[in-house]
């Protein structure tokens, strides 16, 4: 996992960060994204939750009243005594949507994304112009 020529990102990844909170049992945790795309992102801890395991976490993004509710599965994970400076201890995030909710966060991602990077980054990130 120390390789930084692995990506292992399905989709382009607009560098962002953001306050993520999520519990585990009976512990909260606040930690931050480093990156976020429409299909998932990227959490820095040192206290990574197992590949497979599915949560539910609270995005706070600037501008709306109430956090963005997501729910993800963790796809990969670095553990702090494998990571660099180029792969921070962490874990990946892929969104865990069904059918209806999939339009709705999506376009709340891409939102975010214009409004933190402009929408000319954006469409380049996307490949597209992003959803109104």
């Excluded at 956090?67 to 995030?93: C, D, E, F, Y």
Aim: avoid cysteine.
């Amino acid at each position: 996992m120390d390789d930084p020529d692995d990506d292992r990102r399905r989709q382009t990844r607009a560098p962002i960060e953001l306050k993520v909170e999520y519990k585990r049992l009976n512990t909260f945790f606040a930690d931050y994204t480093k990156n976020i795309s429409r299909g998932g992102s990227f959490i820095a801890t040192e206290k990574p939750l197992p590949v497979g395991t599915e949560f539910v976490f609270a995005l706070g993004v600037p501008n709306l009243e109430e956090p963005l509710r997501l729910r993800g599965k963790v796809i990969w994970v670095t553990l702090p005594a494998h990571a660099t400076r180029a792969n921070p201890a962490g874990m990946g995030i892929e969104f865990q949507y069904d059918e209806h909710e999939r339009r709705e966060k999506e376009g709340a991602v891409e939102r975010l994304m214009t409004s933190e990077l402009g929408e000319h980054l954006t469409t380049k990130l996307l490949g597209r112009k992003p959803q109104a």
